[in-house]
């Protein structure tokens, strides 16, 4: 069986080198790639792969971009790949006809599971962002999100900060100095109050909500 043929757009050099020597052997062969969006369209036309796999951050306008390849190449699979979870870009690739939505730092395994799924006509979207879609959540590209912090306590507030981070219950206790059954408690209380039914949708609300920019902020200021 011959390899799915794959073009692969992304800024990061050293990032495209690695993923074409992950690749390499199995079922999927890298036979183009590009920094952006605008670099690749000339060769892809001229020589269309059976799949793209594409970063935002060589797009601009995320749907625009995935509007551009799908209406030039209408049987490529078109699956974007990320190192930044963010709900606005996921909605504006599933409105613009992308077939799968993936983060970087999947495990290699499951990255070509994820692609065979594709090659296969399966949409695969990380499950906890297909969620928020499909529960309406994500509406014209925004997450429909409270406004307001108003009732968490400064506790939790600093909770959110390390689920933004990725922290598990067991570091966020040794960060704040706290036990990790405290953890539980006012994790259950948070996510009550902001109505998110796990710690990614959690994360996702805080994100949207500036709690990112106050953790830049705090890095820049120590």
Same mark, same amino acid.
């Given at each position: 069986?011959?390899? +799915?043929?794959?073009?692969? &757009? ?16 199995? !079922? ?9 969006? !605008? ?5 892809l ?18 749907? !625009? ?6 209406? @030039?190449?209408? =049987?490529?699979? &078109? ?5 930044v979870?963010?709900? =606005? #870009? ?12 993936? @983060?970087? !730092?999947?495990?290699?395994? $499951? ?16 499950t906890?962002?297909?969620?928020? /879609?499909?529960?309406?959540? +994500? ?17 939790e ?5 390390? /689920?933004? #981070? ?8 040794n960060?704040?100095? &706290?036990?990790?059954?405290? +953890?539980? +408690?006012?994790?259950?209380? %948070?996510l009550?109050?902001i ?5 990614? =949708?959690? $994360?996702?609300?805080?994100? #949207?909500?500036? %709690?990112?920019?106050? #953790?830049?902020? %705090?890095?820049?200021?120590?």
């Amino acid at each position: 069986m011959q390899p +799915v043929t794959v073009a692969l &757009i992304d800024p990061n050099k050293l990032f495209r080198e690695g993923l074409k020597a992950l690749l390499r052997g199995g !079922d999927f062969q890298i036979e183009g790639e590009a920094a952006s969006i !605008d670099e690749a369209l000339a060769p892809l036309s001229a020589n269309p792969p059976q799949l793209i796999l594409v970063d935002p951050a060589s797009m601009g306008d995320v749907s !625009d971009s995935i509007g551009r390849l799908r209406a @030039m190449l209408a =049987q490529t699979r &078109i699956v974007v790949l990320t190192t930044v979870l963010e709900p =606005q #870009n996921l909605a504006a690739a599933i409105q613009a006809g992308a077939d799968g939505f993936l @983060m970087k !730092d999947v495990s290699p395994d $499951a990255l070509q599971q994820s692609l065979r799924l594709v090659m296969l006509g399966e949409k695969v979207f990380p499950t906890h962002l297909a969620a928020l /879609l499909v529960s309406g959540r +994500v509406q014209g590209g925004e997450l429909a999100v409270p406004a307001s912090r108003k009732g968490l306590s400064p506790r939790e507030v600093e909770i959110l900060r390390c /689920l933004v #981070n990725g922290d598990s219950n067991k570091m966020i206790a040794n960060r704040l100095g &706290i036990t990790e059954a405290t +953890v539980k +408690v006012h994790l259950k209380s %948070l996510l009550r109050k902001i109505s998110a039914s796990n710690r990614t =949708q959690a $994360a996702i609300w805080a994100l #949207n909500n500036g %709690l990112a920019e106050e #953790n830049a902020a %705090l890095v820049a200021a120590g």
